[in-house]
């Protein structure tokens, strides 16, 4: 079989131009809830880039102290009230979306980093090394990922640094699984036994013909893990293992608020809500792109 033939077969089922770009755009844009999804996280990317520049009281996030204001409820010159110290609930929310986008991409990034790698060695080389990568994946899935961070940053310590590596330490099973059972079904593929045939080397079949047919999973599973990420985090920095004051985090600032509960609902409340609305935009994206790219779901 000719070089050009190998070609054509390895390349089609990736293939696409700005065509095919602009028809998958248009088969998104028709679902509602997917380009409101889309809405709440160019929004949240956006607070996140500008943060800095549009807060009244950039101080409050730093550690400033004005307990002559502390706890005023909402209004013209506190938008989202002020917390025990007196810093601006509002300051803090906005540049705690840039902390948060951070620590779920780290997570997502680093897991992805781990996990696909493992999964492709797991699914295409097999052997020892495939089983006892998988034996080793098993017992990670085995135990709640929560739990397992919580052990992590236990024997870590407390603070958004070990926060980020533990959960990213956990968070790569899962990309193994979904890699590995994509590379097990593409080693079977006609064009992938043709280049094997044609004498492609190993690496060469994976670059060129496993890994990019395994691109659209992988992003559909990081849009849905970055919000995911995001509230575990969150959860971290609850129990006072994740950021530690004055770091401006979501799920630290729910944690010092709820002591001021039912009164001073604010200043947990927005933080609250900043959380909700994250988690709830990449959901909905990830969902969008799942029915995008699945194959069946575009019959």
């Known amino acids: 079989m000719s070089a050009r033939v190998l070609s054509l077969e390895g390349a089609e089922p990736h293939a696409g131009g700005a065509s095919e770009w602009r028809r998958y755009g248009r088969a998104y844009a028709r679902s509602a809830s997917s380009m409101a999804g889309l809405v709440i996280v ?20 730093r550690g400033a102290v004005h307990l002559d204001q502390k706890l005023r409820p909402p209004g013209a010159a506190h938008w989202f009230g002020t917390d025990e110290v007196g810093n601006d609930v509002y300051t803090r929310v906005v540049l705690g979306a840039r902390v948060s ?33 998988m034996r080793v994946t098993d017992v990670f899935l085995s135990v709640p990922a929560l739990i397992l961070a919580l052990a ?13 590596l533990a959960l990213s330490l956990v968070w790569w099973p899962g990309y ?3 890699v590995q059972s994509k590379t097990l079904a593409l080693a079977q593929e006609t064009y992938v036994e043709a280049a094997r045939a044609g004498g492609a080397g190993r690496a060469r079949i994976v670059f060129l013909h496993i890994l990019p ?28 293992l994740g950021a ?44 969008g792109l799942r029915d995008l790219l699945d194959p069946k779901s575009r019959g």
């Open 213 to 240: 047919n395994c691109v659209s999973p992988i992003v559909v599973k990081a849009s849905m893990d970055m919000g995911t990420a995001i509230l575990a985090a969150a959860g971290l920095g609850f129990i006072g």
């Open 42 to 61: 160019a929004a949240f990317l956006v607070v996140a880039a500008v943060g800095p520049w549009i807060v009244p009281y950039p101080d409050d996030a």
């Open 244 to 287: 530690q004051p004055p770091y401006p985090e979501w799920g630290a600032m729910i944690s010092y608020g709820r002591n001021y509960l039912p009164t001073w609902w604010w200043y947990s409340a927005f933080p609250g809500v900043a959380i909700y609305l994250t988690v709830l935009g990449f959901n909905l994206v990830g969902d």
């Open 152 to 164: 992590v940053v236990g024997a870590l310590g407390p603070g958004i640094v070990n926060a980020m």
């Open 176 to 178: 193994v699984r979904l």
């Open 101 to 133: 986008l951070q620590i779920g991409l780290i997570i997502t990034v680093v897991a992805a980093l781990i996990g696909v790698p493992l999964g492709i060695v797991a699914g295409y080389v097999g052997g020892i090394a495939g089983e006892a990568i």
